[in-house]
Structure formats: structure tokens, C-alpha cells
């Protein structure tokens, strides 16, 4: 079992940036997948950024030039710098970690981001 932890949420207005990291207790080198969702109010989670086998990098349309992904390996952490950011970005973003294939992996607590003037 992984552990994972997101912090760096907040609010912040229109425009602005957050950076959110996920830590967790196994080296993200050797990951299947790990990436970051989100969840709106009344909506699904779904997927913002994932990066896959450590190297290639997935975002969401809606993400896609705004949202950047990067690691720190000595730290296991995973950070998802986030730009220029709208309000239809407020949602609890949640950490996954994918050790294997075929496997749902671990999810953190998640992380509230909120975007308002």
C-alpha cells in the first residue's frame, strides 16, 4: 500500500497560480502511473495530469498550456504547478498512485482549490 499526501491548495483569484505536491512513500521513478484529479461540486472526478512510467506526460484539454507537471524523486513528491488559473478550476484535487498495471492504486486525501474574485 502507498501512502500519499497532497497539500498546496487554497483560494486565490482569477489569474493566479497554486503549486499542489503529493508526496508519497514510494519512489516515483517506478510508477505505472501517477497523476492528479479533481472533483467539482455535483460533478466526477476526472483527470487533470498523469505521467506515465515516469517520463511520458498526459493533460486534459481544459489543462493543457496552463497546468504543468514536475517531479522531485529525492522527495517522492510530484508537483502540479498550476497557472492562469479560471474558476471553473475550484475543485478538490486528489493525488493517484499506480504502482502496477491492472491495479486502482492509492489516492490521497485530496487538496481544495478554489478560484474566485
Known amino acids: 500500500q502507498v501512502q500519499v499526501v497532497e497539500s498546496g491548495g487554497g483560494l486565490v483569484q482569477p489569474g493566479e497560480s497554486l503549486r499542489l505536491s503529493c508526496t508519497t512513500s514510494?519512489?516515483?521513478?517506478?510508477?505505472?502511473?501517477m497523476g492528479w484529479y479533481r472533483q467539482a461540486p455535483g460533478k466526477q472526478r476526472e483527470m487533470v495530469a498523469v505521467?506515465?512510467?515516469?517520463?511520458?506526460?498526459h493533460y486534459a484539454d481544459a489543462v493543457l498550456g496552463r497546468f504543468t507537471l514536475s517531479g522531485d524523486n529525492a522527495k517522492n513528491t510530484l508537483f502540479l504547478q498550476m497557472n492562469s488559473l479560471k474558476p471553473e478550476d475550484t475543485a478538490v484535487y486528489y493525488c493517484?498512485?499506480?504502482?502496477?498495471?491492472?491495479?486502482?492504486?492509492?489516492w490521497g486525501q485530496g487538496t481544495q482549490v478554489t478560484v474566485s474574485s
Open positions: 514510494r519512489s516515483i521513478i517506478n510508477t505505472y502511473t
Open positions: 493517484n498512485v499506480v504502482l502496477y498495471k491492472g491495479t486502482t492504486g492509492s
Open positions: 505521467v506515465i512510467g515516469g517520463a511520458k506526460t
